[in-house]
């Protein structure tokens, strides 16, 4: 078992629809979730970060965690062609910090 | 501009040719990172490095070298080179104290040994 799980996807939604994209984690001591987002050649960039239970928005990004189900999840509300990318659920603890292999999302015109 | 560079962005060697791929940032970050990303693997964890002559293993250490000899410079080594380090490698930095620190990323590094 992968110690942080993703659906590889593709995952495609037209524009303007909610794309919802989950993450789960095996470490039980995790302290802290990380969303990031990653274009085709490119580094990853943070879209957010969330420790506590329950759901953290950012603009149109929403993360949401369960720690007794070990699952984060990320809401993308208003989805543009723009948010077509690989995104990556990362989990740390301490200084160990492990990555999902992603789930990529095309969003439709 | 903050920034974290790395340097070559394109490396393609044969094996046993050691190379060394250079990585600098300028935010004064004391957490500086390297990864490798290949697909289906997302991305590992090489070394890192809590500040000047810190380092330590991360989850695929074999096979590479680090060294943190100046803050804001995190070279990698691979003294001997393997196919099976064809990779895309990241370096990362961040302040490091907060488990919810933000990691910055380099813009990568494409290694092909032959």
């Known amino acids: 078992q992968k110690e942080v799980e993703q659906n590889s996807g593709p995952l495609s939604v037209p524009e303007g629809a909610i794309a919802s994209l989950n993450c789960t984690y095996s470490?039980?001591?995790?302290?802290?979730f990380f969303w990031y987002r990653q274009y085709s050649g490119k580094s990853p960039e943070l879209i957010m970060f969330?420790?506590?239970?329950g759901d953290k928005e950012d603009g149109r990004f929403t993360a949401q965690l369960n720690k007794a189900s070990q699952y984060v999840s990320l809401l993308i509300r208003d989805s543009q062609p723009s948010d077509s990318a690989t995104y990556l659920c990362?989990?740390?603890?301490?200084?160990?910090?492990?990555f999902g292999a992603g789930t990529r999302l095309t969003v439709k015109p | 501009e903050a920034q974290v560079t790395q340097n070559p962005r394109y490396l393609i060697t044969v094996t046993g040719k050691k190379l060394t791929v250079t990585c600098s940032q300028n935010?004064?970050?004391?957490?500086m990172s390297w990864y490798r990303q290949d697909p289906g693997l997302g991305l590992r964890q090489i070394y890192y490095?809590?500040?000047?002559?810190?380092?330590d293993k991360g989850d695929v250490p074999e096979g590479y070298k680090v060294s943190r000899k100046e803050k804001r410079n995190f070279p990698l080594i691979l003294e001997s080179p393997s196919p099976n380090q064809t990779s895309l490698y990241f370096c990362?930095?961040?302040?490091?104290?907060?488990?919810?620190?933000?990691?910055?990323f380099g813009p990568g590094t494409r290694l092909t040994v032959l």
């Open positions: 990362a989990v740390k603890r301490g200084n160990d910090m492990r």
């Open positions: 470490d039980r001591g995790s302290q802290s």
């Open positions: 490095s809590m500040n000047v002559e810190v380092t």
């Open positions: 969330i420790y506590s239970n």
């Open positions: 935010m004064n970050h004391e957490y």
């Open positions: 990362a930095s961040s302040y490091g104290r907060l488990g919810t620190d933000t990691q910055y």
